[in-house]
């Protein structure tokens, strides 16, 4: 990863914070409840909005990244553990946490699917997946328009795919879909799921 994305996060995500995004994730994170694993947590933008937490664990690979979010998890109105990890290789034990949380992270994963396994086999029995993303959307002209543009995103944005189909990814995976909301003409979703089984 290249230094000035790191740098840059929170000011080039300042503007969307402030006209919704950061709505959004007050909505959904403050929903997140007992033991949390927060994925890719970047420079803890999410960290405000955790009330109803037992903990959360916040793994994120970048160093820069992760220090950026050292002020905010200190803020943060509950315990926030901070820790150097890949999604697709979770150093945790299987059934561990009652909800995971993924905001703009599942479109920057190498692996998706790998990550979306391992999610689900740390995620307890009865847990949840809480997730808000920008996904491929079904539109004659800006479907075709996200694919032409994620080469060049990929390399702009560390990686992140604008066209990933990440909600289809999720309801292929050990996770059922129960709510779903789309904004933004159907750029970004939030769905909350939960673990479907063995
Ligand atoms: C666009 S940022 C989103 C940060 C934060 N989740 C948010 O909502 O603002 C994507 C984050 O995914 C992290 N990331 C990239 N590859 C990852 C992986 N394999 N496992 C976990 N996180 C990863 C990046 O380091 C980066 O912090």
């Not at 692996?111 to 995620?123: G, M, N, Q, Y």
Request: charged share 25%.
């Amino acid at each position: 990863m290249g230094k000035w994305f790191p740098k840059l996060y929170d000011t080039l995500m300042g503007p969307f914070e402030r006209r919704g995004f950061g709505a959004i994730r007050r909505q959904l994170i403050q929903k997140a409840s007992g033991e949390v694993l927060e994925i890719g947590s970047g420079t803890g933008l999410n960290f405000p909005f955790y009330i109803n937490a037992k903990k959360v664990t916040a793994i994120e690979p970048e160093p820069l990244m992760r220090q950026l979010s050292i002020q905010r998890a200190q803020q943060a109105q509950v315990h926030i553990e901070l820790m150097s990890a890949n999604a697709e290789k979770l150093p945790f034990p299987d059934n561990h946490f009652d909800t995971i949380v993924c905001t703009l992270v599942l479109c920057t994963i190498p692996d998706p699917i790998k990550a979306l396994e391992e999610i689900s086999r740390v995620c307890k029995p009865d847990g949840q997946l809480f997730i808000f993303e920008h996904v491929k959307i079904d539109h004659p002209f800006l479907g075709p328009l996200q694919d032409r543009l994620t080469p060049v995103w990929r390399r702009l944005c560390d990686g992140c795919h604008l066209n990933r189909p990440t909600l289809d990814l999720v309801k292929q995976s050990n996770f059922k879909v129960i709510n779903e909301k789309r904004y933004y003409k159907d750029i970004f979703i939030v769905a909350e799921a939960i673990k479907a089984g063995l």
